[in-house]
């Protein structure tokens, strides 16, 4: 069945982009830090639980999957500052929950679609579109809302062992808790890969 | 060789309280979720990499750990929660760093000494009192000044399947990023124990 996923890189201390984020920053100071384990596949002391498969293939397996997905959910911020990949994701549709119009760029892409009345329908839409495929989330904020609006099924962090000490958390207020299910934990240097299911 | 370890609770999202901490509501509302893995030593669908030994003890191992640390470093807010422990935490000397003097009950806890010149010094003065143990560090600010201060050696994150959505964070701003070492990683349903080794 299609789940709705949310991947990301995050510091120990919950940060998932560094301090002085900005447009000419993307991700801001140290945002790199959190992203150096794609790359390092080839496990390490702590990675003896993998299969050699794993241990040689589990950031590709991590690419592949992001790649599976048959729609994308992605905020407004993140979509903008990449001018909506160019119109192309991979291939499938986009549901950029907003409540402003797009700019006049979105007109050129057939496949990027806002949706103004909401994160739970911008999800209902994506899902359609995903078919038995997963549904991709892209964002903080949009994570967020979709965790609120109980329409996020799951989440990929991959905790980065570093404390950044400041920049911008995965997880700010939410308006009440929430009950998770670990799925699964990769165990390596650069990264804990930890999957998660929300309990609906 | 000793070291100075932080042991502590924490939801995915970062925190080890939850809100409305007070003293007749110690750890606030939530708080006990974070403890409930503490007895479930049995294992589960994701613990099939522990031995049997760890299957069945290491809510036990974590204990022991904790009782076999030769003293304490321990914030003022924590002491006074608990009145120092009655002065008696598992027989060890407590270290508490503190820019005013001690209340008065502490005139009868021999072991109990308060440093006002600094965590570095009352860090000196613990591993010197614990020997070849480790010194056990306590509070959630004590930690965080050890950890800016450059004398916290290790962190046991027991980190739980649950977004709190509010309360206290162990990790609040941080003068700099700090680098860690995953030393391991243990799985299990009700939590992802992973020990941390400071990069000094």
Redesign the interface.
Known sequence: MSASVLYMSMS???YIAGPNDAPENPGGD?FM?LHEWYGFGAGGP?AS?LTSDEKSGFDQHFLDEVNATGAVVAGRRTVEQVDHWGGDHHGVPIFVPSHRPPGPSVANYPLVTYVMDGIESAMVQAKAAAGDRNVLVHGAFTAQSA?AAGVLDE?Q?H?I??????GR???E??????????V??I???EA?H?R?RVRH
């Open positions: 120990l201390d919950g140290g830090r702590n639980d965790l989440l962090i905790q062992p570093v404390l950044l000490g400041a958390r995965l997880f207020a939410l308006p009440s808790r929430i009950e998770l299910e670990v699964r934990v165990d390596t240097p804990t930890i998660y």
